[in-house]
Each structure stands twice: as structure tokens, then as C-alpha cells.
């Protein structure tokens, strides 16, 4: 079997919902990143198989498969097919896996591969009347959480809120709202730090972005706007909990955001092509399902399944990432996985509580920025991991080359 691995990267800046990146549409976001990407590897777009991306949402101007109106968009040519995955909050992750996987059946040698979404761009739904001048029809916000929930699995599961989860599992795991806050506080500061080492420098391509006056020059966005460097346990304490008895707060949750992420993925054959070395190796995979009421203790299973179909142990590894979906979520993870909070491996440079976290694009990220990470440690392994909406986990073990 062939092997797959990752070339190349980039990903926009994180936006804050209703910031910098709320003029641009999701699809505009991607195409710039590929119109980059291909021109650093001096590709012409020919040579792309395919191009696969993850979106959670879809409803809007992602318009149903955002990724072959990327391929549209960025100027590829029309013979370069696109596919869009959904595996929610892990879609992003699932489009790598899944060109990875094509790489390794032999069907496809370059592949671009990552996630988008514009969480501010996300539209209201609504539903069709029941019947002629009807008046019930039901409408929703497709920013974030469910819509038109079916009413046979809510009696059996309930349709908690994301935050809900998150407190759920704190009570189940007797996590505290001062260690939540704690957790928090070390994202942003570790984010912060990367940032003064120019760490996220080689990873982000700035978006342009169009002035809405003929009087006015373009605006070039070329830093992550969520970070709240200032963030300490005193600011965290004051903020209100979203759930009575919680401890998830919007300080310690991460946030809704505008963003993508892209990929080049190959086979051994690319380098050579490419004149390249790869960054890493994609090695195995997994998902699982878990209760939705404690949808963030996806990822505690998900990266054991990992890495025992690898042939690996946790402490093989060097890098452990776990999306920061909410604090208590990845302390519980942390806690069912036996690792401590303060363990160096875990997030390096902080997660999505400091830079956020765009549905679609987080997986991609994740994998960019570990992959960076073990070249900037001479590490070997990572684990990438995310919990997912619903009850969901999935991981991804990669190897530094």
C-alpha cells in the first residue's frame, strides 16, 4: 500500500464572529488559500485529483458542496473534481483522512485537502409551511447547535446545548470551574507566547480583504482576531456561567469563528515532483460514537483506538492535540486518558479557546500546526484529535519525516 503525506499548509486567520472576515464568503476563503498553495509548490492545478473539504454547515453560501465551488472559484481547472464532508466539528480532520486514504488505494497522487467555515455568514432556516397560508413554520440560527431536532431521538437523548454537554461532563468528572478557568488562562498564554515566537507566521496566509470605498485601500488580515492576550483568572472569574451550576463560560469555551484551512497531501512519488520533502506522514485513524449528553469525551476514545491500530502508545507521543471545545471538556478527556492538565505534550501553542474554533477548518489546523510543531521539536509522533456535536470522536496519529 501506498503511503500519504503532508507537503504543505496554510490556513486563514481566525476571525471573531461579526469581525474582519465576516465580508468574505466561505468559498472565497478557501480559493485563496489554494490559488497559494499550488503557486508555492509550482502546480498549475492539473496535477490535484481531487479536492476535499470539510464544512459543518452547508446551508448558505457553502451551498451544499463548497468544495468543488472552491475548486470553481480559485481558478482550477474544471476537470479537478471537489467533495464536501460533514462529520461536524471533525469534518476538517475527515477531509484529511480521506485523501489520505485515497492516496494509499492509489486513487489520487496530489490531493488538497482541509476545512472552512464562516460562522458569521451562516444563514437563518426556515421550514416550509404544513400547510397552504400556514403559520407554524419553524425557523432557526444555522450559526451553531441543532436544528429541527427529531422529536423520537430527543425523547431519548435529549437535545442538550454544547455548553450543556460540557457542564455535564464537568459534574461527571468533578471538574471545577477555578481549574476550567485555570485551563483557559494557559491557552491564551501559551497562544500567546507562539505568537511572540512567530510561530503561526509560516502557517497563516492573510486574506485580503475589499475596501467598501473607492476612497478607501484594501484591507490586508493577516493575524488571528479571537486571542484575548489579556486573559487571567481574575478576568475569568468574572465572567458568568452559561448554565445555572456550570462552569463553562464564554472565557473558558472556545469561540464562533470565520476561518479555513488547506492542505497539499501526496505519495512518496511527490517529492520528488514537488522538489520537496514532506512534513509528516499520515499514518491511522479513527471515530467513535459516544452518549450526545457528553459529546466532548469523544476524542479520550478516539486517540487509544488510534494509536493501537498505528502500533503506538501515548507516550510515544510528542504532541497531543485536543481541540479545546470548552475547558472541562479536554480536562475530562484528560482525566479518562490518565494524563495531567499541565503535561508540556498537550496543545502546545494553545487551541481553540484562544484562537477559535471555525466548525470545518479546525481539524485541518490541528494537523497543520502539530506537524509544525514536531519539526520545530524534532519530535515523531502527534496525536490530532476533536470532539464532535452529537456524540462523536475522532483522532489522527501522524509521523514527522
Known sequence: MKQAYLYDGLRTPFGRYGGTLSSVRPDDLVAGLAQTLLARAGLDGSQIDDLILGCANQSGEDSRNVARHVVLAAGLPVSVAGQTV????????????DAARAIKLNEGNLLLAGGVESMSRA??????????????????DSTIGSRFPNPAIVARFGDPTMAQTADNLAQDFAISRDQSDHFAATSQAKYNAALKADFFADEISAVTISAKSVHKNNEQVSQDEHPRPDSNLASLARLKALNTNGVVTAGNASGINDGAALLLLGDEQSALSLQR?????????AVV????RVMGIGPALAIPKALERA?????????????????PQVLACLKQLNLAAHDERINPNGGAIALGHPLGASGARLVLTAARQLQRISGRYAVVSLCIGVGQGIALVIERV
Open 289 to 292: 460514537g459516544v452518549l450526545p
Open 277 to 285: 520533502a514532506p512534513l509528516a506522514r499520515i499514518l491511522l485513524a
Open 123 to 140: 444563514p437563518f432556516v426556515m421550514a416550509k409551511a404544513t400547510q397552504a397560508f400556514g403559520r407554524d413554520a419553524q425557523m432557526f
Open 311 to 327: 502500533g503506538l502508545a501515548l507516550s510515544q507521543m510528542d504532541v497531543i492535540e485536543i481541540n479545546e471545545a470548552f475547558a
Open 86 to 97: 460533514n462529520r461536524l466539528c471533525g469534518s476538517g480532520l475527515a477531509a484529511v483522512i
